[in-house]
């Protein structure tokens, strides 16, 4: 009997150090500074891109002509904008652009109607405009760094954002983020931000440097 006890210890001991090697040796998500002006520049020209390409596909539609040769085009556009780094670069994109229209496209669509709905104002883009002035603090956004929490045990969904200020206030978000399964690809699907923009900002206004 002692020395069951003793080999269910041994095992639990191994198994423990396995599990802690596990979480110092797996490589952790590695932070990445990014220029958001050159971001609003890329999605600027990926919005006028796409806004052609559907100009196009509406002509030769008309035309009833083949349109299958356009489609990697446009595909080029949504894969950059369908992983978590790319919906966090496209969300602080729009909040320097001051873009209320694609800045609300940046999060879960139920959560951000939670968030524009929770003011009574009736204009929801003046409501949108007002997000993005408390996250960009009126105009101080500097620029933001990306880390992606994909070894999280407890969720995999989210990621670290650290954003800064010219006024050097740096302040640390976490996002959450959720998952939309596309008929082409259930595997990976469509990312968008799950956090509220409220706690966003609540984080932002009580944030240290």
Same mark, same amino acid.
């Given at each position: 009997?002692?020395?069951?006890?003793?080999?269910?210890?041994?095992?639990?001991?191994?198994?423990?150090?396995?599990?802690?090697?596990?979480?110092?040796?797996?490589?952790?998500?590695?932070?990445?500074? @990014? !220029?958001?002006?050159?971001? #609003?520049?890329?999605?600027?020209?990926? &919005? %006028?891109?796409?806004? /052609?390409?559907?100009?196009?596909?509406?002509?030769?539609?008309?035309?009833?002509?083949?349109?299958?040769?356009?489609?990697?085009?446009?595909?080029?556009?949504?894969?950059?904008?369908?992983?978590?780094?790319?919906?966090?670069?496209?969300?602080?994109?729009?909040?320097?652009?001051?873009?209320?229209?694609?800045?609300?496209?940046?999060?879960?669509?139920?959560? @951000? !109607?939670?968030?524009?709905? #929770?003011?009574?104002?009736?204009?929801? &883009? %003046?409501?949108?405009? /007002?997000?993005?002035?408390?996250?960009?603090?009126?105009?101080?956004?500097?620029?933001?760094?990306?880390?992606?929490?994909?070894?999280?045990?407890?969720?995999?969904?989210?990621?670290?954002?650290?954003?800064?200020?010219?006024?050097?206030?740096?302040?640390?978000?976490?996002?959450?983020?959720?998952?939309?399964?596309?008929?082409?690809?259930?595997?990976?699907? @469509?990312?968008?931000?799950?956090?509220?923009?409220?706690?966003?900002?609540?984080?932002?206004?009580?944030?240290?440097?």
């Amino acid at each position: 009997m002692n020395t069951i006890k003793k080999h269910i210890i041994l095992i639990i001991l191994i198994l423990g150090i396995l599990i802690i090697g596990a979480v110092y040796l797996i490589p952790k998500g590695e932070e990445e500074i @990014i !220029s958001i002006e050159s971001s #609003a520049k890329k999605v600027e020209e990926d &919005i %006028e891109s796409v806004k /052609n390409q559907e100009q196009v596909y509406t002509w030769l539609g008309n035309k009833e002509l083949e349109v299958g040769y356009l489609e990697g085009k446009d595909e080029d556009v949504f894969n950059k904008y369908r992983v978590k780094k790319g919906v966090v670069e496209y969300l602080f994109a729009t909040i320097l652009l001051e873009d209320p229209n694609h800045f609300v496209q940046s999060f879960q669509p139920t959560n @951000i !109607s939670k968030d524009l709905f #929770a003011v009574e104002n009736p204009d929801k &883009i %003046e409501v949108a405009t /007002n997000m993005i002035n408390r996250i960009s603090r009126n105009g101080k956004l500097s620029k933001i760094s990306y880390t992606d929490n994909k070894v999280s045990f407890k969720d995999g969904e989210t990621a670290k954002v650290k954003v800064y200020y010219s006024d050097d206030k740096i302040v640390t978000l976490s996002l959450s983020f959720s998952r939309t399964p596309t008929h082409h690809d259930e595997e990976d699907g @469509i990312y968008s931000i799950e956090s509220s923009v409220w706690d966003i900002i609540e984080e932002i206004e009580k944030g240290t440097k």
